[in-house]
């Protein structure tokens, strides 16, 4: 466990559109030994085989390839792919599939190519997937043959998320911004970090083809717009250009100073459980999911680190309360063993109560027929 640092990253004043506020993060020394750019995936729908028994399915519309040096030489982006208006605008004859061959797979060499966020999403749903270990009376024949099988999540496109598309639109990047932090109705939604200026203006476009949490489709449908924060300095401070710039780099600070420790604090303050997925010469590809910890702010996500702690890319998502609740139950129970009484203990609930807690957060279908019926009897005659 451990958590979250934007190690070489600077934050920059935002910009807002609506009710969404942009918050641009800047390099002062760009990563040249490593460098991403985008594969557009012309299809509905992407299947993607986790393993010999396990698919991903899901929108994915383009994949991820970092390329990378093992001298520290700089290295080439080999160049995002576009279409024209024509080909995007032509309207499938049919729902398409593209297939791919897991989640991060070595493309050369020096090259890794990967599913911006799905690689995350893909860690929360295989969150303890397999089931109960231990065929307890309670569990169903499914549940401890198939497990949790088929695992199932909701989430938005981008596009769907109102006023995103326009504010990254209007949106100015800054001379060596490398990420920015996505905020709807002042709640953090994504962060996205790439290790170069160059890379970051080819996928400043991608965040509107990205997937975000129904929290912040709601945010964004009812939320109203959200006010500039504005530099003050006071007059009396200024006696000359000199003056003028102190005074403008201490508003800068100040705000970062706040905007790290407060509007950031709910990402950057969890303890996270990290994964590694891939090494990539001094660099290492990991996912990590939160603490699970009820009513704040929780999220997943995927980073490029380099030995010193830097961070080179990172991609979150926010989970939604109802997504929370469910990371939660499943921590629990596997860490009582998947045992009902153990775990409606360690809750501080009775059996029944944690067995239709189970049925609410959608695994109900875990639990034999008559345990669960009788679980609701015992339930409504403790409320006469």
């Known amino acids: 466990m451990t958590d979250l640092a934007l190690t070489g990253l600077s934050t920059r004043p935002a910009q807002a559109w ?68 024509q080909e995007r605008d032509r ?23 990967f599913l911006p966020l799905h690689l995350a999403l893909e860690g929360y749903l295989a969150l303890h997937f397999g089931g109960p270990e231990i065929a307890w009376e309670e569990w169903s ?17 981008g596009a769907a998320v109102s006023g995103l598309e326009d504010a990254l639109h ?3 990047i800054h001379h ?57 300095i006071a007059d009396a401070t200024v006696r000359s250009l000199a003056d003028l710039r102190a005074r403008a780099r201490e508003q800068r600070d100040e705000w970062a100073a706040f905007h790290d420790r407060v509007m950031a604090g709910g990402l950057l ?21 939160p603490p699970f910890e009820r009513q704040r ?26 997504q929370v609740r469910r990371g939660h ?11 009902m009484a153990a775990t409606a203990a360690a809750l501080g609930v009775t059996e029944p109560q944690l067995g239709l807690r189970i049925e609410a957060a959608g695994f109900g279908h875990l639990l034999r027929q008559d345990i669960l019926d009788h679980y609701r009897a015992q339930v409504r005659r403790g409320r006469r």
């Open 91 to 113: 309207p499938p004859g049919r729902m398409s599939l593209r297939f791919h061959r897991r989640m991060a797979r070595r493309a050369d060499r020096n090259r890794l190519r």
């Open 141 to 157: 024949h499914r549940a401890i043959s198939r497990g949790l099988s088929p695992r199932v999540e909701e989430a938005y496109v």
């Open 170 to 172: 209007v949106f100015e």
């Open 269 to 289: 303050g969890a303890d996270y459980t990290y994964q590694r997925v891939h090494e990539m010469g001094d660099y290492r590809l990991s996912r990590f999911l």
């Open 329 to 339: 139950l499943l921590t629990q129970l596997a860490a009582a063993g998947w045992n």
């Open 176 to 232: 060596g911004q490398c990420g920015v932090l996505v905020y709807v109705a002042d709640a953090l939604a994504a962060v996205f970090v790439v290790p170069h200026p160059d890379d970051y203006r080819a996928l400043h476009t991608t965040l509107v083809q990205d997937l975000y949490g129904e929290l912040i489709h709601h945010y964004a449908m009812f939320g109203g717009p959200v006010p500039d924060f504005r530099a003050r």
């Open 297 to 322: 702010e929780n999220h997943i996500g995927e980073l490029i680190t380099d030995d010193t702690g830097r961070v080179a890319y990172l991609k979150t998502f926010r989970l939604s309360e109802n």
């Open 18 to 85: 609506g009710g969404v506020r942009l918050v641009p993060l800047v390099r002062e020394e760009p990563i040249e030994d490593l460098r991403l750019d985008a594969r557009l995936y012309d299809a509905d729908l992407g299947v993607v085989a986790v393993d010999a028994r396990t698919s991903y399915l899901s929108y994915i519309p383009h994949g991820f390839v970092a390329s990378w040096t093992r001298d520290g030489t700089p290295a080439a982006a080999y160049g995002t792919q576009l279409r024209g208006p």
